[in-house]
């Protein structure tokens, strides 16, 4: 299997409609083949204009580190010469500071030191030592970040509740404190909450939206994942609006968030 199966099996393996992807390219200067798009029918068509690229020149990954935003997973087949290593390295410490996430991976001819200053971890960096297919698997499950569920999908205001929500690429938070739940109360009203103790107020039953960022705000996940507040109680009973104490509890692979109604 070559490089380019490699990538076509690892963008099948993101079967998320609205997962966002694009090819880019490096020798001498970066070349982006593909902008940023979930449109499949693109990138199939990029997927075969890949298959006939042939790269020349120096390796000078720093080049490509230029253009990519959120997760970078490099791919290099040859070791690099001190001057691009040095500036890959900055463009690759850039990249984190905009929010992304840097995979590397050693195809063939590489130093495993390089990999290891540029990507964000050890557990960050990959060979093809073991096959492409036991790789790719590995980097799916790794790079692609979703939120799969959230429960419970509804609560009754003024009730103690403890939300939990799931998804696939949480290990690529780099600290717990740079976890954020964001609360979407509409288009003028949002509420961001840190792995910490914070008092939201619910004044009215209405949809509530849930984003999560792992990169202290910088992106957040988006899924259209959302709680509903209800109101279970006699409309002659008159309501307090209540106070609720929200805690996000970064755990790998999942968020807590609990509430506790003050007063």
Not at 61 to 77: A, N, R
Not at 154 to 170: D, K, P, Q, V, W
Request: with cysteine; glycine share 6%.
């Amino acid at each position: 299997m070559d490089i380019y199966d490699m990538v076509e099996d690892l963008v099948n393996k993101f079967d998320n409609p609205n997962q966002r992807m694009s090819f880019i390219t490096y020798s001498t200067e970066g070349h982006t083949l593909m902008k940023l798009t979930s449109d499949r029918n693109e990138i199939r068509d990029s997927l075969a204009e890949l298959q006939n690229i042939v790269p020349s020149g120096a390796t000078h990954m720093q080049e490509g580190f230029k253009m990519i935003p959120i997760v970078i997973i490099s791919l290099t087949d040859g070791t690099l010469l001190p001057q691009p290593f040095e500036d890959t390295k900055f463009e690759a410490e850039e990249s984190r500071r905009l929010g992304a996430t840097v995979y590397s991976i050693g195809v063939k001819d590489y130093r495993k030191d390089q990999l290891l200053e540029i990507a964000d971890s050890p557990d960050h960096v990959f060979s093809v030592d073991n096959g492409f297919k036991e790789l790719r698997n590995i980097l799916a499950a790794k790079s692609c970040i979703d939120i799969t569920k959230v429960e419970p999908s509804s609560f009754c205001a003024g009730e103690n509740y403890e939300l939990m929500i799931t998804g696939t690429g949480f290990n690529n938070a780099k600290k717990k404190d740079e976890v954020i739940c964001k609360f979407i109360f509409s288009e003028n009203k949002t509420v961001p909450t840190q792995a910490a103790d914070h008092f939201l107020p619910f004044l009215c039953f209405r949809v509530v939206f849930v984003e999560v960022s792992l990169n202290n705000g910088i992106n957040f996940i988006s899924t259209g994942a959302n709680i509903t507040s209800k109101n279970c109680v006699s409309p002659r009973v008159r309501l307090q609006p209540p106070s609720w104490a929200v805690q996000n509890t970064y755990t790998e692979g999942a968020h807590t968030l609990g509430g506790k109604r003050e007063g």
